[in-house]
């Protein structure tokens, strides 16, 4: 009698675990817009090796599975094809779980020494010495520097798979989400496509509000919802401080945020590029030092004497720090608004030659008179007319 109830206590348990999973799947597949295709092989994938591990759960995740494919709308034909790829499905490579012994469960399987091989066709960057292709990366500087201009232009390269100031480029589709400065963001694209001739990119804007730890799972399935399987390999965040509800100084808030960051990154498959500020101290980006520590690498911009902007790898992992990159601002004369004004942005240039680092600033940019911007030759010329 005592073993039947040990056994029965034994079977509950092993079922409430099923269930958790179920319930987390059962949310997912609610909360998906559009195909709900992949996200049930998943589910199946997932809920199966469980099934293998907990065998007292089979028949109840079998039963669920079938609601399962209700809630996502699929028919019964089609969610058997799906079940049955995912029964071949090979273990999974990170949270591997085999049987041994009594059902011991191995959750983290060991490599030895002499498997432990470099994958050398393994291309580890987006932008090499520049970008990696996953994880996160912080482009922080003052106010007005020139980051999200830099930024942008960086990611409509990589998007198009145009080699970068020299640099090799994995072309890859590229979400922007713009929260700072969003009003402005169309002219800075109309710019680039003008002066570039380019009419097509999988460059995409996101200018919706953005609270990135409540709505970090949101955002990831609207993607994948309106992409498909054409995801973003980048997403820019601009700025840091546009996506955090709470204080950049605390620890707490700057953990969650990074953790809802590293979130999109690993579902998505992707790096996520934060743009952020300085403080007071104008020689570390503001906030909690944490942010720093969570990076793959750490870009920093700045001003240098004659407008130049210079980004400098401060810190990275895989590759060499030190590098410096420097580019102008060049205005652009986009059409006229509705009033007859000239609507102008800037467009993202290199620059030849040496660094202009001796007189390294970091106040707002105003262009030297020689290069003036479009929209004030145009007002001076309307000016000296009426005169």
């Given at each position: 009698m005592t073993a039947t109830l040990e056994q029965a206590e034994s079977v509950l348990e092993i079922s409430s675990q099923a269930s958790e999973q179920i319930a987390s799947w059962r949310r997912v597949l609610n909360q998906t817009v559009g195909d709900a295709r992949p996200n049930l092989?998943?589910?199946?994938?997932?809920l199966l090796r469980l099934a293998q591990i907990e065998p007292g759960s089979k028949q109840i995740i079998v039963d669920e599975l079938a609601n399962l494919a209700l809630i996502a709308g699929i028919d019964d034909d089609e969610a058997q094809a799906?079940?049955?790829r995912a029964a071949k499905a090979p273990p999974d490579p990170i949270n591997c779980r085999t049987i041994t012994g009594k059902n011991a469960l191995v959750a983290f399987p060991l490599r030895a020494f002499e498997n432990i091989r470099l994958d050398t066709e393994r291309r580890g960057y987006l932008?090499?010495?520049?970008?990696?292709?996953n994880g996160l990366v912080v482009v922080w500087g003052p106010p007005k520097c020139g980051k999200s201009f830099w930024a942008a232009d960086l990611g409509m390269h990589i998007a198009l798979g145009w080699d970068y100031r020299g640099r090799k480029v994995q072309q890859a589709p590229v979400v922007y989400i713009g929260l700072e400065g969003r009003h402005g963001f169309p002219a800075?694209?109309?710019?680039f496509r003008q002066h570039h001739g380019v009419d097509v990119a999988p460059f995409y804007l996101l200018s919706a509000s953005l609270d990135l730890v409540a709505k970090s799972g949101e955002l990831i399935a609207s993607i994948k919802?309106?992409?498909?399987?054409?995801?973003?390999?980048?997403?820019f965040l601009d700025t840091l401080n546009r996506s955090l509800v709470g204080s950049e100084s605390k620890d707490e808030d700057m953990a969650r945020f990074l953790a809802a960051a590293e979130r999109v990154a690993q579902e998505l498959n992707c790096v996520v590029i934060i743009v952020h500020h300085c403080g007071i101290d104008a020689s570390r980006p503001r906030g909690h030092t944490s942010l720093s520590g969570a990076v793959e690498s750490q870009l920093k911009v700045e001003r240098a004497d004659g407008g130049q902007v210079v980004v400098t790898v401060e810190l990275a992992k895989d590759f060499a720090e030190g590098t410096e990159i420097s580019s102008r601002l060049d205005c652009v004369e986009l059409g006229t608004d509705?009033?007859?004004?000239?609507?102008?942005s800037l467009v993202v240039l290199p620059v030849e030659g040496p660094i202009q680092r001796p007189g390294c600033h970091?106040?707002?940019?105003?262009?030297?008179?020689?290069r003036a911007c479009c929209a004030g030759r145009v007002r001076l010329q309307r000016w000296q007319a009426r005169a």
């Open positions: 092989e998943r589910a199946a994938v997932e799906i079940f049955a932008v090499k010495g520049l970008i990696p292709s800075r694209v109309e710019a919802a309106q992409l498909g399987a054409d995801l973003p390999r980048v997403i509705a009033d007859g004004d000239p609507i102008t970091t106040q707002a940019f105003r262009p030297p008179a020689p």
